[in-house]
């Protein structure tokens, strides 16, 4: 029995799949070292085209047995599970030919037409059919097939690699003004979801050297914290202390507790227990005036040294809690260099008065010359605005300050910066 009368009542692609496969295996061990080169360019993009025609044939065989549910009849789950075992397939890769072989039947007869040919790849067809699946709901049939269209033509010319790039901007090509309400919506969702995950902890070393901080902010508020944190975190300008000795870690830290300070002298904070949030802090008498001993924080018990005390109440409310007439009494604070005593300290100093420093007036405390806890007065002559940094640099002693008669503060440094000590001020109040 020849061939031929083997072929009868066979459909044609059978035919012809066993006719390919025979002369295939008949043709392919003759020797190609005669082969011109041209030739063998041509016969590598013939062979590439003959594949994809291949491979068109078995996704529409495919197809059919899966509309035939196939897989039921030899005991499979289902055609992939078919693919897995009979063609000894990846079963993740079978999965993609089943999904495949549906999309070019219902929904991609360009590329469907363009695979025929011959003229792209089944790895082509692939990126196609991801990119059209992977559209907004909101993309209807009429931008579907201008983007299937889009698509097969880039196939013709891009590998499947650039076809994916290609593919996630074909939306701005066919229907740009769809693309931007896609766009704006896809961003409104991303933020709120990554609103939703900014988190932030407090943990505290167990040793009491101080607290960590670790969380995660979303874009918007990543940015509007940076734009509040950069402009405290500059490197101070050289001053007659010298250069910046703080790391960009340090300053950033710093800064953060400088915007925290000035959120809570604002006011704008919500009341808690009747009153705006504050820092409440206890020490003796003896030791507040005398600089011995500690402090502690009353929120969380935290000790500080009697010193760091003796800087905060330069610019605090300060109030008395003990027994009077045998009772508990808590005495009304006194807040110093407020209302118009700090605007005339403002006007005067202009910033910190130390050499060399431009930080601005919103920056600075209020820094009793002569300590008020030793009779120094609450005035514009024994006062002086100091930035955070160098109010603790006066506060650790070397430096000294004093009012010059014409009314500037002067300071005059530690030996090992000047040996003759002579008294400097801030060029910026030089009159």
């Known amino acids: 029995m020849d061939s031929t009368s083997a072929d009868v009542g066979r459909h044609p692609f059978s035919v012809l799949v066993e006719r390919i496969r025979v002369r295939l295996a008949e043709e392919s061990g003759a020797p190609l070292w005669s082969t011109p080169g041209d030739e063998i360019i041509d016969l590598l993009v013939s062979l590439e085209s003959l594949k994809a025609q291949l491979d068109a044939v078995q996704l529409q065989v495919i197809r059919e047995a899966d509309r035939r549910d196939l897989g039921a009849s030899v005991g499979a789950t289902g055609t992939a599970a078919l693919l897995s075992s009979l063609l000894r397939m990846r079963p993740e890769h079978a999965r993609a030919a089943v999904k495949l072989a549906n999309d070019l039947d219902t929904a991609l007869p360009l590329v469907q037409l363009a695979l025929n040919a011959g003229e792209i790849s089944a790895d082509h067809a692939r990126v196609i059919a991801k990119t059209i699946r992977d559209l907004p709901k909101e993309a ?8 299937e269209q889009v698509l097969v033509e880039h196939a013709r010319v891009f590998d499947p690699k650039d076809l994916t790039g290609l593919g996630k901007a074909v939306l701005n090509v066919v229907d740009p003004d769809l693309a931007d309400k896609v766009l704006a919506k896809k961003l409104a969702e991303e933020e709120a979801k990554a609103a939703r995950q900014s988190e932030l902890s407090l943990y505290d070393d167990p040793d009491g050297s101080g607290t960590h901080i670790r969380g995660k902010l979303d874009p918007i508020a990543a940015d509007r914290f940076r734009t509040a944190i950069e402009p405290l975190s500059k490197p101070m300008p050289t001053t007659a202390d010298g250069l910046d000795p703080r790391s960009p870690a340090q300053r950033r830290g710093e800064a953060l507790d400088e915007l925290v300070r000035r959120y809570l002298n604002s006011g704008a904070s919500p009341s808690q227990g009747g009153e705006k949030p504050h820092i409440v802090v206890t020490i003796t008498d003896e030791d507040l005036v005398n600089g011995t001993g500690l402090g502690r924080l009353l929120r969380t018990g935290t000790y500080v040294s009697a010193r760091t005390v003796q800087e905060w109440a330069c610019d605090a409310k300060v109030s008395w809690f003990g027994n009077r007439d045998g ?29 060399g420093c431009d ?73």
């Not at 209807?140 to 983007?147: L, N, T, Y």
């Open 359 to 431: 930080r601005p007036p919103a920056w600075c405390h209020g820094h009793h010359i002569t300590s008020w806890l030793t009779g120094g007065p609450t005035t514009l002559a024994n006062g002086a605005l100091l930035c955070g940094y160098h109010h603790r640099l006066i506060h650790q002693g070397a430096w000294q300050i004093r009012i010059a008669e014409d009314g500037v503060p002067e300071f005059t440094p530690p030996e090992w910066i000047d040996p003759n000590r002579n008294p400097i001020r801030n060029q910026r109040l030089r009159t």
């Open 327 to 355: 009772e508990v009494a808590l005495s009304d604070g006194t807040r110093f260099f407020t209302g118009r005593l700090r605007k005339l300290l403002e006007l005067r100093d202009r910033g910190c008065a130390f050499p």
């Open 140 to 147: 209807g049939q009429d931008v579907r097939a201008e983007a």
